[in-house]
């Protein structure tokens, strides 16, 4: 059973914008956080913004910061992230993810993790 599933990807012209969701089920166990992740051709997985849900407070990779917010809908067990004024540097597989239990959340913390969604970005 997937635990989780991102959609909203897609190809869009630089400037433009895109918003991905991501629906979370089946965990054993409340979530502690839940990030955006992504991965460009021949580059490592790099964590894009994350947040914790017991406060909500994001954190954002710099070169986001100020273009992407994350947010999330307990009540439809949904991730979102808006992405705002996309670069060609944006063009990456998105992957969502969650952790279950307490601790830091980069990308080698994750125990869940969805099977990505496209973003490509032309300039």
């Known amino acids: 059973q997937d635990q989780l599933a991102e959609s909203g990807g897609g190809s869009v012209q630089a400037g433009g914008s895109l918003r991905l969701s991501c629906a979370g089920s089946g965990y054993t166990g409340s979530v502690h956080c839940m990030g955006w992740f992504r991965q460009a051709p021949g580059k490592e997985r790099e964590r894009v913004a994350h947040l914790y849900t017991n406060n909500r407070i994001p954190f954002y990779a710099d070169s986001v910061r100020g273009r992407f917010t994350v947010s999330l809908d307990n009540a439809k067990n949904t991730l979102y992230l808006q992405m705002d004024s996309l670069k060609p540097d944006d063009t990456a597989v998105y992957y969502c993810?969650?952790?279950?239990?307490?601790?830091?959340?980069?990308?080698?913390?994750?125990?869940?993790w969805g099977k990505g969604t496209l973003v490509t970005i032309s300039s």
């Open positions: 993810a969650a952790r279950i239990s307490s601790g830091t959340c980069s990308v080698g913390d994750m125990q869940y």
